[in-house]
């Protein structure tokens, strides 16, 4: 309900612009703009941490792939951390 001082015009132009931002929907808008930003930022984190890991267990000789209980093959999938023994 609209008050005598909303009706005077003391109400701020912010406040007026807040609200109609929030009825357009621009809040959710941003909101989810935001999230899609992190979401993409912790994705990309991930995929260079699966890529150095790839880059460090690329670096062992097939020997010591051996020793460990691994061969060349199963790197996809332990970078991946798909791999089930």
């Known amino acids: 309900m609209a008050t005598f ?3 005077n015009g003391t109400r701020s132009a912010q406040d007026s612009f807040g609200n109609a931002t929030d009825f357009l929907g621009f809040t959710t808008l941003f909101r989810g703009i935001a999230l899609l930003r992190q979401v993409i930022a912790e994705r ?14 690329d670096a062992y000789s097939d020997r ?10 199963d790197l996809p999938q332990i970078v991946a951390g ?3 023994r």
């Open 82 to 84: 798909t791999y089930a």
């Open 64 to 73: 010591e792939l051996g020793e460990l209980g691994f061969s060349r093959a």
């Open 5 to 7: 001082a909303d009706l």
């Open 44 to 57: 990309r984190a991930e995929r260079a941490e699966r890529l150095q890991m790839a880059r460090e267990l």
